[in-house]
């Protein structure tokens, strides 16, 4: 799937990750960029753990911004996928 | 050479002399030994009916007749809103005074000016209770000259008296001061409350400057360093930012997470057998730890508890307990709210105390050791209950020491209060970056997820287990966060040594490796 719309979703709280995500044009494939805290103790297991999510999706054509606070990974999973689901219009009952 | 926590410590270092390793919490304490290095005062005569007065900072530093390696000294009673450290440093560096040691006794937020002058090569030796902002970071990054010193506060009043820090010029600042150098923290404008820190400046200084906003008429009543150690006296406009100096009240913390910590923490003092009548406390002025106070003065009040003293550190929130009669008087060595110079001044019960009285532990009578309990911080602990305080996630300089060692080592119960991971981040090490309170002397590390008492107080485990306390082995609980948060990466520091913890007797229980990977 391809995101369509521009979306977010968490805040900049401390222990939170706020993902956008940005829809690209189709075939020019995913770029994640991570800025974090934790940057130095976590950023493999950041680019592992978003990317799972984005696997899981089927989402191969996206730009996806992530400004992590030391989110523990249910969040981060948690974020992702609820961003994800915004710029695709599927996920109900939130913005 | 390797110290008692396996510790390479060299055993010469350029510029600072022979190091000796630590080798246990109270190893080198002997009893009644007079140590062989023993520093008298200086002696500096005046004539009668003379003036002490000189019309700037610059006038009296010249009287003084600095020189290139001197020693200068100040104190951190004013906290982030210092202005004369700096002043000094700046007037120093426009004679041209150069290879400065700079011995104050904390470095704050407010002194982020020294970094040119460490650069530069101008300040090339450190000894601080605490290095935090930029300067930690610079010189995280190798870039004073010598290791700095990070030593606790009782360690730094020991430091003088053997000649580890010898003072050449002390300028101290104070709220109020008279025409002969009588001066206080207690009252004036910029009212900053005790001023127990620069009492061993005054009296081992060969140079003594004072500085103040406020000249009071003769004599400046009460008053803490006194005329007979001073030797000049001026009046500044301004002695720094009045409000990060005298910053209203600290309030209790918000923090559920911390609130929870704290609960548990007053509760593990309730169960500890040392919470009755007579019981003596120290905590300390951040999130958790001030937030036992809140707790414990619950308790105190619902059981009818009246302690003897608090120590500290001392917060409005202490004075409340003192006036509510929860503790019959407060030593008071260094005040952390505005609103607590006035209950030094008028409160008979509020004693201003000095650092050498509070945690001086080659002295016959520091107050540390008489504590019963001590609530201490942390930024990371280990499995072996080492506490780290003065470096960051990344090994960067970014603490204080303070009396953290001090208080530990004297109380019959210490105890830790922090979170078990902080912005994921876990707290529990397999080994600390830097140690700088020994697992020997901490008893108790309390986390959200549980409490950890240290084996060598199985006793205490029991008691707490009893009263419901929620017990857990450390490396258990390391376990169990570790799988929440993620092991973090380990990051690689450098081999160059760029600060050394010098515990409290004056051995030296860690050192400080630069940091590679700071911007």
């Known amino acids: ?95 | 050479m390797k110290n008692a926590l396996g510790v390479e410590i060299p055993e010469y270092i350029e510029g600072l002399g022979e190091l000796q390793p630590y080798q246990g919490v109270w190893k080198s304490i002997i009893e009644d030994e007079v140590p062989s290095t023993n520093i008298s005062r200086t002696l500096k005569a005046k004539k009668a009916h003379t003036s002490k007065f000189c019309d700037s900072l610059e006038e009296a530093i010249k009287k003084c007749e600095p020189f290139d390696g001197m020693t200068v000294t100040c104190h951190h009673h004013l906290r982030g809103g210092d202005g004369v450290l700096m002043q000094t440093i700046e007037i120093l560096d426009k004679m041209g005074i150069k290879d400065i040691t700079l011995a104050s006794s904390s470095l704050t937020s407010a002194h982020d000016g020294l970094v040119p002058y460490v650069e530069n090569g101008m300040i090339t030796k450190i000894f601080s209770s605490g290095i935090r902002g930029r300067l930690g970071e610079i010189i995280s990054m190798g870039k004073l000259k010598h290791p700095a010193i990070i030593h606790s506060h009782g360690g730094r009043v020991r430091d003088f008296l053997t000649g580890r820090i010898k003072p050449d010029l002390s300028v101290l600042a104070a709220s109020a001061a008279d025409e002969e150098g009588n001066s206080t923290g207690s009252h004036g404008p910029s009212a900053f409350g005790s001023m127990g820190y620069a009492d061993i400046d005054a009296r081992y200084s060969k140079n003594v400057i004072v500085v103040t906003d406020n000249i009071v008429e003769y004599p400046c009543v009460p008053s803490t360093v006194r005329q007979h150690f001073v030797d000049h006296v001026v009046k500044v406009d301004s002695i720094g930012d009045a409000s990060k100096i005298a910053s209203g009240t600290t309030r209790i913390t918000s923090s559920p997470m911390d609130l929870r910590i704290a609960r548990i923490g007053a509760t593990v003092i309730e169960h500890s057998g040392l919470f009755k009548d007579g019981m003596s406390f120290q905590v300390g002025a951040g999130g958790a730890s001030l937030a036992v106070a809140k707790f414990l003065r619950e308790d105190m009040k619902r059981k009818n508890i009246q302690g003897s003293f608090m120590i500290g550190g001392v917060t409005s929130y202490g004075v409340d307990m003192l006036e509510e009669g929860l503790f019959k008087a407060i030593f008071d060595v260094q005040s952390f709210d505005a609103a607590v110079s006035t209950s030094v001044l008028n409160n008979p019960k509020h004693v201003e105390i000095t650092c050498d009285q509070y945690a001086n532990p080659n002295n016959c009578g520091a107050m540390t050791n008489k504590l019963d309990v001590v609530v201490l911080g942390a930024l990371e602990v280990d499995v072996d209950f080492n506490v780290n305080v003065i470096t960051g996630s990344s090994g960067e300089i970014r603490g204080a020491s303070g009396g953290h060692s001090d208080t530990a080592s004297g109380a019959n119960l210490s105890v830790i209060v922090c979170p078990s991971f902080r912005g994921r981040l876990p707290i529990i090490m397999d080994r600390v970056h830097t140690v700088v309170t020994p697992g020997e002397s901490v008893d108790v590390i309390v986390t959200e997820r549980g409490v950890c008492v240290n084996p060598a107080k199985p006793n205490l485990a029991a008691a707490l287990k009893k009263a419901g306390v929620k017990v857990v082995d450390i490396r258990d609980l390391k376990k169990e966060v570790d799988s929440m948060t993620g092991v973090p990466a380990k990051k690689e520091l450098g081999d160059k040594i760029v600060a050394l913890v010098e515990y409290r007797d004056g051995t030296i229980i860690d050192v400080i490796k630069n940091v590679t990977n700071l911007e």
């Open chain 1, 1 to 95: 799937m391809t995101p369509k719309f521009k979306a977010q979703a968490g805040t900049f709280e401390s222990s939170d990750i706020m993902v956008l995500i940005e829809p690209v044009a189709e075939g020019s494939g995913r770029q994640v960029d991570i800025s974090s805290t934790v940057m130095l103790q976590f950023e493999e297991d950041l680019k592992t753990c978003i990317n799972q999510v984005l696997d899981v999706m089927e989402i191969e054509n996206v730009h996806l911004i992530a400004k992590d606070k030391g989110a523990l990974t249910p969040t981060i999973k948690a974020r992702v996928e609820t961003a994800v689901k915004r710029s695709l219009g599927i996920q109900e009952g939130t913005l």
